[in-house]
Antibody
């Protein structure tokens, strides 16, 4: 059973870059059958898709965040990462990493989520 | 950009009742729709993929239907553990991105 675990700083200062890593166990980020992505959720609000990456390194981003987002993949460590630059308080949220099959529409596996607060 | 609109925002129901949640897309989207359940403090859980297919381990009381622009999630008889927030989600091919509805909260009456 695949498991995903987010890690990274829980507090980021405004204007700095938020960096998170998702470590995958029980599965491989080299699999050609899945996208690996990031989704966030501000407290008390709905879900917002950030972006995804394929094992080849191909990425897709939410147009509303595209100018600030970079998702990368490290097959040697079985991890993928998120960088979000120039953060503001509006970026405070629980960040989830996720895996979803290419062949069907539905995110099958989620990390437990990690709260990132943007504050000075 | 396609917008997914869920209705109603909140529903108050009793265990044993049946319920149908609605999700409408702002334009035609075929069947690339999923449904999730989220409880407080937990990550969302996939219920339905490709509009009408139950994910692994999901009870048969959950069913999804729809195509085009209108999609529904039906819970045939509510169990106490079903009271949660439900989200629909579109996966579009162009532009390649995911869009979530704003959620429907099922609360105990």
């Amino acid at each position: 059973q695949v498991q995903l675990q987010e890690s990274g700083p829980g507090l980021v200062k405004p204007s700095q870059t938020l960096s998170l890593t998702c470590t995958v166990s029980g599965g491989s980020v080299s699999s050609g059958s899945y996208y690996w992505g990031w989704i966030r959720q501000p407290a008390g609000k709905g879900l917002e898709w950030i972006g995804r990456i394929y094992t080849s390194g191909t990425t897709n981003y939410n147009p509303s965040l595209k100018s600030r987002v970079t998702i990368s993949i490290d097959t040697s460590k079985n991890q993928f990462s998120l960088k979000l630059s120039s953060v503001t308080a509006a970026d405070t949220a629980v960040y989830y990493c996720a895996r979803d099959p290419i062949a069907v529409a539905g995110v099958q596996n989620w990390g437990q989520g990690t709260l990132v607060t943007v504050s000075s | 950009e396609i917008v997914m609109t869920q209705s109603p925002a909140t529903l108050s129901l009793s265990p044993g009742e049946g319920v149908t949640l609605s999700c409408r897309a702002s334009q035609f989207i075929s069947t690339y729709v999923a449904w999730y359940q989220q409880k407080p403090g937990q990550a969302p859980r996939l219920l339905i993929f490709d509009a009408s297919n139950r994910a692994t381990g999901i009870p048969a009381r959950f069913s999804g239907s729809g195509s085009g622009t209108d999609f529904t999630l039906t819970i045939s008889s509510l169990e106490p553990e079903d009271f949660a927030v439900y989200y629909c989600q579109l996966r579009s091919n162009w532009p390649p991105m995911y869009t979530f509805g704003q959620g429907t909260k099922l609360e105990i009456k």
